[in-house]
């Protein structure tokens, strides 16, 4: 695994639960220096527990035990207190590009030994765009959800592209249903990507 570098970000609070049940996966739009810089800024208002970067470093911003404000308005499970059931992951990418190699093994590894820590549940591992659909679309299409799943991270449970699940099934998984069709739309982005 690679070293993990201390930079503290002062943006977190305490968690209002004790259990980390969720890994969310984001990417920054800005490059590395940029992220870092705003994840560290007070007035910014917004962290992450950790930032990879392209090259596979890896930086500890905040405390696992501690409540970072990465997902901002979400919902997963019916519950709308992501941040303080989660462990917020941010990857330098402009989400027009595809991850770097050096990048998704360091995430591999990191993301491992968060699953070896807590019990987060395959399904509870998802992208920023799966908690905040219609707001958010981070990972992205790009995002290589099937290598992470091969891996043991989350899952890719429809292998079928003509599997589309119903909304009861969407909602079972965890999706908020305020808005169906923005909720279809964050299933078919994280399980149904455009070929690249």
């Known amino acids: 695994m690679n070293q993990i570098i201390d930079h503290p970000s002062p943006n977190f609070g305490p968690r209002r639960r004790a259990l980390i049940d969720m890994l969310v996966l984001h990417y920054t739009v800005i490059d590395g220096a940029a ?116 891996a043991g991270i989350g899952t890719w449970p429809f292998p079928d592209p003509a599997d589309q699940p119903a909304d009861q099934v969407l909602a079972a998984w965890g999706y908020d249903l305020t808005d169906a069709e923005a909720a279809r739309s964050a299933f078919r982005l994280h399980f149904r990507p455009p070929s690249v």
């Open 35 to 150: 992220s870092l810089a705003r994840l560290c800024d007070p007035a910014a208002e917004v962290s992450a527990h950790y930032l990879i970067e392209e090259d596979g470093r890896v930086f500890a911003l905040v405390a696992e035990d501690m409540r970072a404000w990465h997902a901002g308005k979400s919902c997963w499970g019916g519950d709308s207190d992501v941040n303080s059931r989660s462990i917020g992951i941010e990857l330098v990418n402009s989400g027009d590009s595809l991850f770097a190699e050096a990048q998704i093994c360091a995430l591999i590894d990191l993301a491992g030994a968060i699953l070896a820590r807590h019990p987060i549940p395959a399904a509870n591992v998802v992208g920023h765009s799966d908690v905040a659909p219609g707001r958010k679309a981070d990972p992205g299409a790009l995002f290589p959800w099937g290598r992470l799943a091969a």
